[in-house]
């Protein structure tokens, strides 16, 4: 703790160490108890005494004695601890009592693919939080992060890692996929290096999936795809959708956003033998590295990390 303003500001964790410490006796055992080493348990307590200006304990070889004001503390500390951690434990046990605003950055394509479903599900467990949805690409979610305009955020790329912490929370699997109009009026390609000369619907050179394709397929074409020029860029998977729709080219897909148009043959998924066919996009949850989560939004992170297998694209 310190003071600001002529405030004391409470630092629970150098105040929970010390009363462990009290409670087992000595800094050996709560290091063993706390899972900690012993260096770092006694730098916390020399850390609090210092903030204090008040000499908490005597340390008597392995054994600790506690001075009157660290008596006197250890009583108060204990006494509101317990109150704190009880309470946030009845808050973990009754959740349907949980409330709170989480304020979720993300691409359109989840908000309206995925996040649906993500929510629906948190909601059952927490009916009282409610949420904000914000709808931005990588750079601007970041920008939203920064300025606290929102909570959390889902993110193809972190350009600041100092800054941000990021967790994959996420994998869209990515099809290559032409119109049957397109088949009619071109054929398909027989090989990757065909695609070479097929026109190309593609999001913006940031963001290429064309690119990584023909990387981890045919690594000896990259330079080739690298100036291929794109004949549409676009940044909406809806839009890039009805462009091929209407035979314009070839372009990669979320495979959980075209399944009718599989399943009637509007659209037809290239493949190739012996080559891995398909690509995928990896989005991470990401919030700032030095930022206290709440409580609700911990716990959506959570449910989200727990559930990725089951809402993940197969």
Not at 120 to 139: C, K, M, Q, W, Y
Not at 147 to 176: C, G, H, M, W
Not at 272 to 282: G, I, Q
Not at 298 to 312: D, G, H, M, N, P
């Amino acid at each position: 703790m310190v003071f600001r303003n002529g405030v004391i500001v409470m630092d629970f964790n150098k105040a929970r160490t010390f009363v462990e410490v009290v409670d087992r006796g000595g800094i050996t055992a709560a290091a063993s108890h706390l899972r900690r080493t012993q260096q770092a348990i006694s730098m916390q307590i020399n850390n609090l005494e210092s903030d204090l200006g008040l000499s908490l304990l005597v340390r008597q070889g392995p054994n600790i004695v506690l001075t009157a004001d660290g008596e006197e503390l250890y009583q108060l500390f204990k006494e509101h601890l317990v109150v704190i951690e009880g309470r946030v434990q009845h808050l973990q046990t009754d959740k349907t009592k949980v409330s709170g605003v989480i304020r979720v950055g993300t691409w359109l394509e989840l908000s309206v693919g995925y996040l649906p479903e993500l929510i629906r599900g948190f909601s059952e467990i927490h009916p009282l939080v409610t949420f904000e949805i914000f709808i931005a690409r990588d750079n601007g979610l970041e920008a939203m992060l920064t300025a606290n305009k929102i909570d959390i955020s889902y993110q193809l790329y972190v350009e600041n890692q100092r800054i941000f912490k990021k967790t994959p929370a996420l994998r869209e699997i990515l099809l290559p996929v032409v119109s049957r109009e397109y088949i009619t009026k071109y054929g398909l390609p027989k090989t990757v290096e065909d695609t070479l000369d097929m026109p190309l619907v593609d999001y913006h050179p940031g963001y290429s999936t064309y690119n990584p394709w023909i990387k981890k397929n045919r690594a000896d074409l990259l330079s080739a795809a690298q100036n291929k020029p794109r004949f549409i860029e676009v940044s909406n998977n809806t839009v890039l959708k009805q462009l091929l729709l209407q035979g314009l080219g070839m372009g990669f897909l979320c495979k959980s956003t075209i399944q009718e148009e599989l399943s009637s043959g509007k659209l037809i998924p290239l493949s190739f033998p012996n080559l891995n066919n398909s690509s995928w996009a990896e989005f991470d949850i990401v919030y700032k590295r030095k930022h206290s989560l709440g409580f609700v939004h911990q716990e959506f992170i959570k449910y989200a990390l727990e559930t990725r297998t089951a809402l993940e694209i197969p």
